[in-house]
């Protein structure tokens, strides 16, 4: 396993908020399957534009190296060009950033096609723009008339091969945005309501999916364990059936490459119809936690959907049962793990959507069980009486099924 030393520049008095950000960075590179030697954090009024942490402190580092026999150095923010080069040059090791461990980590869990397209697609435009500085330009000489001389820089060669690339993963990622947004259509056209899960990673986001919809999806106590959405059918106490999608987790400093990348697979909250967020109660960066999904959200665009926040692990100790969220309809406490509070949860989302509903009383005829049917699939049944001259029903349904009966 690499061994690596985690610095962070700090631009409060206060280096609380860099010291936690420091433990989540060591949680990174666990799940990247690296070891985290020692931890430090430097107060500047800004990060070194050259070196990121100041000279003095870049020069104890490459001692603190040599004493660790550490493998590299990595540094809390996305470092520029100029900032990792000079650090590669002084400290004489690997040196990365929060974004490229990310990238990693994100490069090691996608498992399918369109996860695997747009994380390559992430690296790359990573990549790109931080080719300049790295390195030394190199030549490539050529036989003919015209490719005699010093030819091309390595450097121009590879920002033509990583833009003819980036090109390329765009046109695959549109083929399969038109194959998404077929397959939301065909989820959207029908009457079934749909909710999608959202939180910030680990946060226990997959368990809730599996607990709701008896699905197997992977969950693990890893940071990111999955990319790729997930969609299953959920079915309520009432007996109404919907589709409830599990989403990539975000975190604090989210690489822009990795939104962009991912933003056809995150926009399938854009069209629920609901938002269950999901928050873990005993993290000690709740507010925080919560603000960045609903940044991220409001950068994708996604706002003004109902929201049911689920404070999530009320089994373990250190569980904050004073949590609150202002910008969800309801809040409630659970243990997805447990499946305590669950049943809080089915009720919570029946609430929600039985808003989005209207009420239905009418009488099919027998030849109309087909619409009973309907009723009985996509709304809530309230009470259904088989009589002589047919089936009454009294139920909430949705309105577009409204308008079809």
Not at 7 to 14: F, I, N
Not at 35 to 59: C, H, I, M, R
Not at 352 to 361: A, G, H
């Amino acid at each position: 396993m690499e061994r690596f030393l985690l610095a962070a520049v700090s631009t409060e008095q206060d280096t609380k908020k860099a010291w936690r950000s420091l433990e989540e960075l060591k949680e990174l590179l666990e799940t990247a399957g690296g070891v985290a030697e020692d931890s430090f954090v430097q107060n500047l009024s800004a990060p070194n534009p050259a070196t990121y942490v100041g000279s003095g402190k870049a020069k104890e580092l490459k001692a603190l190296i040599d004493a660790y026999e550490a493998d590299g150095i990595i540094c809390d923010d996305e470092l520029s060009p100029v900032q990792l080069k000079n650090l590669s040059e002084m400290l004489d090791c690997k040196v990365i950033d929060r974004t490229m461990l990310i990238l990693d980590i994100f490069a090691s869990h996608a498992l399918t096609k369109e996860g695997k397209i747009q994380v390559e697609l992430a690296q790359l435009k990573y990549r790109l723009s931080h080719l300049r500085g790295i390195g030394k330009a190199m030549s490539r000489l050529g036989g003919g008339i015209g490719t005699r001389g010093p030819g091309e820089t390595k450097l121009e060669t590879d920002k033509r091969s990583i833009n003819r690339r980036i090109a390329k993963l765009n046109r695959d990622i549109k083929e399969l945005e038109q194959s998404r947004s077929m397959s939301r259509k065909s989820r959207i056209s029908g009457v079934r309501r749909t909710a999608a899960i959202v939180g910030y990673t680990n946060a226990g986001k997959s368990t809730i999916l599996n607990r709701l919809t008896d699905a197997d999806v992977l969950a693990e106590d890893k940071l990111f364990a999955t990319l790729d959405p997930t969609t299953r059918v959920c079915v309520l106490p009432g007996g109404e059936e919907i589709f409830l999608t599990d989403t990539v987790g975000f975190i604090h400093k989210l690489p822009h490459q990795l939104i962009d990348a991912f933003r056809s697979t995150l926009e399938e909250a854009k069209y629920a119809d609901i938002l269950i967020h999901v928050v873990d109660s005993t993290g000690e960066d709740v507010d925080l936690h919560m603000k960045t999904v609903y940044g991220t959200l409001d950068e994708l665009g996604i706002s003004g959907k109902p929201v049911i926040t689920v404070f999530n692990k009320c089994d373990l100790p250190g569980s904050d049962s004073a949590l609150r969220d202002g910008r969800a309809e309801l809040s409630l406490r659970i243990s997805a793990k447990t499946g305590d509070g669950i049943e809080r949860l089915y009720d919570a989302v029946d609430k929600v959507l039985r808003e989005q509903r209207i009420y239905l009383e009418r009488r099919f005829s027998y030849c109309d069980a087909a619409k009973a049917g309907l009723v009985r699939k996509y709304g809530q049944l309230i009470s259904e009486e088989y009589r002589e001259d047919g089936i009454y029903i009294c139920a909430y349904v949705p309105k577009e099924l409204g308008g079809k009966l």
